[in-house]
T-cell receptor, first 112, second 115 residues
Framework: EDKVVQSPLSLVVHEGDTVTLNCSYE??????LLWYKQEKKAPTFLFML????IEKKSGRLSSILDKKELFSILNITATQTGDSAVYLC????????????FGKGTHLIIQP | GAGVSQSPSNKVTEKGKDVELRCDPI?????LYWYRQRLGQGLEFLIY????????KSGLPSDRFSAERTGESVSTLTIQRTQQEDSAVYLC?????????????FGSGTQLSVL
């Protein structure tokens, strides 16, 4: 059974801090790993990672994948209160369901 | 439409009643997914539609749950004889397929509360 585990489950930091969110995966026929930011209800897409060691960057957010050790990290530098959200990691499998296996998410709270 | 649209945004129902949730995917997206998210939990896969292929129903938790999709358009998720444990946010997502790597676009979800 495919599994995605995120850590920590929750994290409280102060504005300006840098945070690292972790995602480990066991996904059959792994194709890609995706990160989403969920504020209120709708998750919004952040990154899709397919190759090891290649950092993807968008503003203060960056992410990298390690396909040997089966994990990914999401970094947020100079955090702002607007970064407060649940960050979801998902493994994309080429299996029968042809869908994504999601982790439980990391609930990030940025205090002013 | 410009994005994935779900309705209603909130639904309160009594235990034992049937409910129907609607999802209108992005035009041209062949793949459509339903997920359930209980409070404080991750997304739980329910069902997947890809074009005109038979849907993957492997995530449906019981026979009280069913979903339909006509072609590549609107989908409805039906929950019969609702139970309190069905209370959750039901999220719909769509994506393009056909050799491309996936990227899901989510709707804003339906918050279902079963009293």
């Amino acid at each position: 059974e495919d599994k995605v585990v995120q850590s920590p489950l929750s994290l409280v930091v102060h504005e300006g801090d840098t945070v690292t969110l972790n995602c480990s995966y066991e996904v059959t026929n792994f194709r890609s790993l995706l990160w989403y930011k969920q504020e209120k209800k709708a998750p919004t897409f952040l990154f899709m990672l397919t190759s090891s060691g290649i950092e993807k960057k968008s503003g203060r957010l960056s992410s990298i994948l390690d396909k040997k050790e089966l994990f990914s990290i999401l970094n947020i530098t100079a955090t702002q209160t607007g970064d407060s959200a649940v960050y979801l990691c998902a493994g994309d499998s080429g299996g029968g369901a042809d869908g994504l296996t999601f982790g439980k998410g990391t609930h990030l709270i940025i205090q002013p | 439409g410009a994005g994935v649209s779900q309705s209603p945004s909130n639904k309160v129902t009594e235990k034992g009643k049937d409910v129907e949730l609607r999802c209108d995917p992005i035009s041209g997206h062949t793949a459509l997914y339903w997920y359930r998210q209980r409070l404080g939990q991750g997304l739980e896969f329910l069902i997947y539609f890809q074009g005109n292929s038979a849907p993957d129903k492997s995530g449906l938790p019981s026979d009280r749950f069913s979903a339909e999709r006509t072609g590549e358009s609107v989908s409805t998720l039906t929950i019969q004889r609702t139970q309190q444990e069905d209370s959750a946010v039901y999220l719909c997502a769509s994506s393009q397929r056909g050799g491309r790597l996936s990227e899901l676009f989510f709707g804003s979800g339906t918050q279902l509360s079963v009293l």
